[in-house]
């Protein structure tokens, strides 16, 4: 390509190390894409002859159907997929292949190739957390009456419903996916005409290559427009952010199957055995999300230390954007399938979530509230709730087992109606303030995230 202006040709290990085909032939369809709408616009605006700019287009359809039918492989030894593309644009249909580059740079080529394939992936990407929060939704809506333990500091704190519990994460994966509208929207801007850095003398229309493509708006700088990449560290930081929501929930995921909770059952299809152990079921899917996290984040520090020195504008540490982001989007999507599969497929354990909501004295805020209710002060009633509860401990007895008497002892504002009161049912169905794990507010919450998937569609 350069003999023009090299003596000699280059090391062929230079050649490997500068090589970027084994990954960016992912774009392919992107590159074709975009130079196609790119010869119409030189066609139109007269750069180059309306006949050529027909003749390169129907060349590129031809490419990309032959590439898609497996009639067309890609070159290993290839520079990068922009390269391929014009050596085979121009081995078909010769002289007339070589105009196609006109006006036009590696470095604003390749910025538009990554906006468009990162749109692509966007969508992809949203389309399964909304699959993901509808099979919450679903078992939401089975468990609005399944009582659990509420944590803080993983000991048990307050009463909650198993509804609850898991729209607390489709709360998070929610604005996951509006994270990634927003993403999408700077992703969203058509860079080409910004040339190598200083755009071009040629009389270009970007803005028809933009509509062509369907982008929202064209860069305004174009020595930023080939030179940042933050829209790929923007959806590098959303990946990263709903990754470590899902290994929350994973984590919690694996306690819950653990014998010492034994909360949830994972179905057999989303466990494995051991190789020595015939007793053990390991959730081994949840692992590796949790394990995968750190690698999408590894993923983002590599974005965001290959760009954090380099010179306006094109530098060739760029190159770089892709296997990162790539190999965080390859892991996102199949982490989120996997769980959400995993997930609908778990059998929730209630009698287990009720057991251990009846242990621990999850109720001893409520029995503080009782007395409150009965006129004594919040400062008071904790106390005295805190030393029933020392006795409970002392006398290996719960609160619910308590006699009235002893009650009584500790305050005479006790009366029968204290076991309605610390009930776990009342304790939930008390607690319907906006956004609290009461039925009524928990029904609410399903239906605006119905509501949000039905818009999301
Ligand atoms: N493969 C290159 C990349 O991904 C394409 C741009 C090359 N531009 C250049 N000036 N060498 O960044």
Redesign the pocket.
């Given at each position: 390509m350069w003999d023009a202006r090299f003596s000699k040709a280059v090391d062929s290990r230079v050649n490997d190390f500068n090589s970027?085909i084994s990954f960016?032939w992912r774009m392919y369809k992107s590159d074709i894409t975009g130079s196609i709408a790119h010869a119409t616009m030189l066609g139109e605006c007269g750069i180059i002859a309306k006949e050529e700019s027909a003749k390169i287009i129907e060349a590129l359809r031809q490419i990309l159907a032959d590439i898609e039918s497996g009639a067309l492989a890609i070159d290993p030894e290839a520079?990068?997929i922009?390269m391929f593309i014009e050596a085979v644009l121009t081995e078909r249909i010769g002289e007339t292949g070589k105009r196609l580059h006109t006006a036009r740079?590696?470095?604003d080529?390749?910025a538009l190739d990554i906006r468009m394939h990162l749109k692509e992936e966007i969508k992809a990407v949203q389309t399964l957390i909304a699959s993901l929060l509808d099979a919450i939704c679903s078992k939401a809506e089975e468990h609005v009456d399944t009582v659990m333990p509420g944590y803080t500091h993983l000991q048990r704190a307050q009463p909650v419903t198993f509804a609850h519990y898991i729209l607390a994460y489709a709360q998070m994966f929610m604005r996951d996916y509006e994270r990634l509208c927003d993403v999408y929207k700077r992703t969203d801007v058509m860079p080409l005409g910004s040339g190598?850095l200083a755009s071009t003398t040629y009389p270009i229309d970007r803005h028809m290559v933009a509509d062509l493509l369907g982008f929202s708006t064209v860069t305004e700088n174009s020595m930023d427009g080939v030179s940042d990449r933050d829209f790929v560290l923007e959806l590098g930081s959303a990946l990263s952010i709903l990754m470590m929501h899902m290994s929350r929930f994973s984590e919690e995921i694996i306690l819950w199957c653990s014998s010492e909770f034994k909360f949830i059952e994972l179905d057999d299809a989303y466990s494995t055995g051991s190789s020595i152990m015939p007793q053990k079921k390991n959730p081994d899917v949840a692992e590796l999300v949790r394990g995968k996290t750190g690698r999408v984040y590894g993923d983002l520090t590599t974005l965001l230390t290959m760009m954090k020195g380099i010179p306006l504008a094109?530098n060739?540490d760029?190159?770089e954007d892709?296997e990162a982001i790539f190999d965080a989007l390859d892991n996102v999507k199949i982490a989120v399938e996997v769980f959400t599969a995993m997930f609908t497929t778990m059998t929730v354990r209630k009698d287990n979530m009720r057991a251990a909501a009846s242990r621990g004295f999850i109720n001893a805020t409520d029995c503080a509230d009782y007395l409150v209710k009965k006129g004594m002060a919040f400062r008071d009633a904790y106390k005295i709730s805190g030393r029933l509860v020392a006795h409970c401990i002392a006398e290996n007895t719960t609160l619910e087992d308590l006699p009235l008497d002893t009650y009584k002892s500790y305050s005479d504002l006790f009366g029968e109606d204290v076991y309605g009161a610390i009930s776990l049912e009342t304790c939930v169905a008390e607690r319907g303030a906006y956004g609290g794990p009461a039925p009524a507010s928990v029904r609410r919450q399903i239906t605006l995230l119905r509501s949000f998937l039905s818009e999301a569609k």
């Open positions: 970027s960016d520079e990068d922009h740079s590696r470095n080529q390749v190598a094109y060739k760029m190159q892709k």
